[in-house]
């Protein structure tokens, strides 16, 4: 029998990441769609090449100062590395073997239509003031082609409202396992 496929996403800084940790803590295989990118800008010579080509760097700060400011460049990066960043998430369910539910964060998961590719999604959100607090990214940097926070809660599966403590979102993702695992 396949794995329950769970996507884990949200807006930035609402604790995409811990929620993740969280999954980890109880036994659920896990992946971050952000560090697959890591890898790819490091360790990937295809693609650190094609972005050396087009930008003259692999670091991801320069990257970002260009594509934020212009709709083509962050077109032909998505172009360039959604699709790897998919392969090496199929490499790694793959190589998992026989789990009951695996866990996948993926930030833009309903901006790239991915959903569909999930049997649960787990939004995380938290406050505007707490979310900004948690992130060094400035509000102005953020797109306006991401879905608005109200429309991720309304679409997902499941919501985690992560204003509180990391026992609280614990508390959160155990009963979300729970109820997963209940299905």
Excluded: C
């Amino acid at each position: 029998m396949p794995p329950l496929r769970v996507a884990v996403t949200g807006g930035i800084g609402a604790g995409k990441t811990e929620a993740l940790r969280a999954f980890a803590r109880r036994g659920i295989p896990t992946l971050s769609a952000d560090e697959l990118v890591h890898r790819l800008y490091g360790e990937d010579a295809e693609t650190a090449a094609a972005l050396r080509e087009r930008f003259g760097t692999t670091d991801r700060a320069r990257i970002a100062e260009v594509v934020f400011a212009d709709p083509a460049e962050l077109a032909w990066l998505e172009a360039l590395v959604h699709p790897r960043v998919r392969r090496l998430q199929e490499e790694w369910e793959q190589a998992l073997g026989s789990v009951e539910m695996l866990v996948i964060e993926i930030p833009l998961l309903y901006e790239t239509g991915a959903e569909s590719r999930f049997d649960a999604v787990v939004v995380v959100t938290a406050p505007e003031e707490v979310r900004r607090a948690r992130t060094r990214v400035r509000a102005d940097r953020r797109s306006d082609r991401l879905i608005p926070e109200e429309e991720k809660v309304r679409r997902a599966d499941h919501v985690i409202v992560n204003d509180g403590t990391l026992e609280e979102l614990d508390e959160a993702v155990a009963r979300i396992v729970e109820e997963l695992r209940a299905r």
